[in-house]
């Protein structure tokens, strides 16, 4: 066996022996939020399409029309010639949603976090970022060169006492947190967040992949100078975004790398990407259901109201909570089972995404399969 197979198997089977290891299985979405997985029709609380966007006849007919006028690739990088004319609509849309003056579209919400960070912080700069930050946003930091501290997740002591510490020792300084965390499900205090960035001078950075279109916005968010988040939730397609001033947007599109060196959107994805935009300024009323469906949820399981659509289960053994996702499915629920390095060790969980779309009763009736299952 070559060194290469040899380092391979070995690295598998120890993620399996601690149930780590990761299988994919194919999953056919349909509406409603049903997916169908090895023949079986499963109702989906496993999918961040909070509005069921994805497969919305409005949104698929103008990404349909968009790849039937300008082709299904962008052709090059957008610095070159993959600037399509839709672009510039859906950063004008962004860009007013976030009450911003200017916005930029990365291909993900991934890329946008490895992006900005390195063009905005280096060696010899800090950042300051919640512990329970994505992962992009990890990898941006790494990028960066900057120092990188950690603080307690939305603890502002931990964050105060963390500037004092750091602030004084460094040139630019960059606090990250997010609008809505991706595996908890609740909020940040931004407005804390922003009071502290000032009075220490530090350029906050959000990450509202999970807000977008299904949370209240929060009015401290318009104080935030660097909104970034994703078109690959709520607005159901794929792509991310960052909302700023125009000098940092200018300066993003000059140097992030993940911006300048890949190849813009398909244009069909930026137009469902308008398009999903669009119905949510339209239709607050659904936006508001994946809220309600959560709260209806943890009030019948007994847990603490959600402050969003996602509501974490937490079960602690990573094997154990394998074993719960099994038991939901075999009753013909898929939900997701988030194990580390997603989350810290020892939290392995459930994960619950809620949706416009699900029933009330399949919703109690999941509440029922869940009710004392969670790991204070
Ligand atoms: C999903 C997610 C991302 C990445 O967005 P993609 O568009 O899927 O690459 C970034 N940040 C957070 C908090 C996320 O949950």
Redesign the pocket.
């Given at each position: 066996m070559s060194s290469l197979e040899h380092f391979a198997a070995a690295k598998l089977r120890s993620l399996a022996e601690r149930a780590l290891k990761r299988e994919l299985s194919d999953s056919v979405r349909g509406v409603d939020a049903m997916v169908e997985r090895k023949g079986r029709r499963l109702v989906s609380f496993a999918c961040?399409d909070y509005l069921n966007l994805a497969t919305h006849p409005l949104i698929i007919d103008a990404a349909v029309a968009a790849a039937r006028r300008y082709g299904v690739g962008a052709g090059a990088s957008r610095a070159v010639t993959g600037n399509h004319p839709l672009y510039g609509e859906l950063e004008a849309r962004l860009a007013t949603l976030k009450g911003s003056a200017a916005a930029v579209v990365f291909g993900?919400?991934?890329?946008?976090?490895t992006g900005i960070i390195p063009a905005l912080m280096s060696t010899g700069d800090v950042i300051f970022v919640d512990e329970l930050?994505?992962a992009?946003?990890w990898s941006g930091c790494d990028l960066s060169g900057a120092k990188v501290v950690p603080f307690a997740h939305n603890d502002m002591h931990s964050l105060a006492e963390a500037l004092r510490r750091e602030r004084g020792l460094h040139r630019h300084a960059m606090i990250c947190s997010?609008c809505v965390?991706?595996m908890d499900g609740d909020r940040a205090p931004l407005g804390d967040i922003v009071r502290l960035a000032d009075a220490h001078d530090a350029w906050t950075l959000t990450?509202d992949?999970?807000g977008l279109g299904v949370v209240p916005t929060d009015p401290d968010g318009a104080a935030v100078p660097l909104q970034m988040g994703?078109?690959?939730?709520a607005a159901g397609g794929?792509?991310?975004y960052l909302c700023a001033s125009a000098d940092v947007v200018a300066l993003v599109r000059n140097r992030a790398r993940s911006y300048v060196y890949t190849t813009g959107l398909p244009p069909a994805t930026v137009a469902g990407a308008i398009a999903a935009l669009d119905f949510m300024r339209a239709n607050p009323a659904h936006c508001a259901l994946p809220l309600i469906k959560a709260r209806r949820f943890t009030l019948a399981a007994g847990l603490p109201a959600a402050a969003s659509p996602i509501v974490p289960v937490i079960i602690g053994d990573a094997a154990a909570t394998l074993e719960e996702s099994q038991r939901l499915l075999d009753a013909g629920y898929l939900v997701a089972a988030i194990r580390p390095p997603t989350v810290p060790r020892g939290t392995a969980r459930l994960r619950l995404a809620f949706s416009a779309a699900h029933r009330d009763e399949d919703v109690d009736r999941l509440a029922a399969l869940i009710r004392g299952r969670a790991n204070p």
């Open positions: 961040n993900s919400g991934y890329l946008a976090n930050s994505h992009c946003t997010e965390f991706s990450d992949a999970h994703t078109l690959s939730k794929y792509g991310g």
